[in-house]
């Protein structure tokens, strides 16, 4: 089955600087690739995804790039904001909707005053 | 649409003890997911359903652990015996189609077993 390693664990970045989060998969045949965000106590909810005919998406501060042939896909978030704190997980399926979404670990991204 | 509803949202119980969960999903989307969520292990699926049958149970941990979706609007997952190590963060989380993509979360339910 999938395997989806995400890194890191935790990233600490100051207020306003970029925050990069990576994860690697290992289904080639693996299509669709979202990203949730979890504030603590709270849910998990979708923040953008990418499909596998698109190399980069972007929608605000946030954007997630897609490199098929390595297997590994990023999300990058710019000019980072206090309310940016939160657990970020990374995702993968082969078939290109939310049935056999294999997760990552999960990185807490801290934004430091 | 209040979003998917899950019940209880704490639970502390004695290890031995049965434990129902119980998850409403956001009308109209067939899928149903349960998950479980600790820190060791993250975001693992359980089980999940479309349109009321269960498709793909291999998430679940053991015999222990039993769910039903008896109709589109309700599903339960039941832990019977419930044991120490089940004490994590289970969700339920409704999709609208293999694909659209997006999961919708419950808040979860704590589960806590002493």
């Known amino acids: 089955g999938e395997n989806v390693e995400q890194h890191p664990s935790t990233l600490s970045v100051q207020e306003g600087d970029s925050a990069v989060i990576k994860c690697t998969y290992s289904d080639s045949a693996s299509n669709y690739f979202p990203w949730y965000k979890q504030e603590l106590g709270k849910r998990p909810q979708l923040i953008i995804d990418i499909r596998s005919n698109v190399g980069e998406k972007k929608d605000q501060r946030i954007a997630v790039t897609l490199n098929k042939t390595a297997k590994h896909f990023s999300l990058h978030i710019t000019e980072t904001q206090p309310e940016d704190s939160a657990v970020y997980f990374c995702a993968a399926s082969e078939g290109g909707g939310a049935d056999g979404l294999t997760f990552g670990k999960g990185t807490h991204l801290i934004i430091q005053p | 649409d209040a979003g998917v509803i899950q019940s209880p949202r704490h639970e502390v119980t004695e290890m031995g003890q049965e434990v129902t969960l119980r998850c409403k999903p956001i009308?109209?989307?067939?899928?149903l997911f349960w998950y479980r969520q600790t820190m060791m292990r993250g975001l693992e699926l359980l089980i999940y359903?479309?349109?009321?049958?269960?498709?793909?149970d291999s998430g679940m941990p053991e015999d222990r652990f039993s769910a039903k979706m008896p109709n589109a609007s309700f599903s339960t997952l039941k832990i019977q015996p419930s044991e120490p190590r089940d004490s994590a963060v289970y969700f339920c989380a409704s999709s609208s189609g293999t694909f659209t993509g997006e999961l919708f979360f419950g808040e979860g339910s704590r589960l806590t077993v002493l």
């Open positions: 009308s109209g989307h067939d899928y």
């Open positions: 359903f479309n349109n009321n049958v269960p498709i793909d």
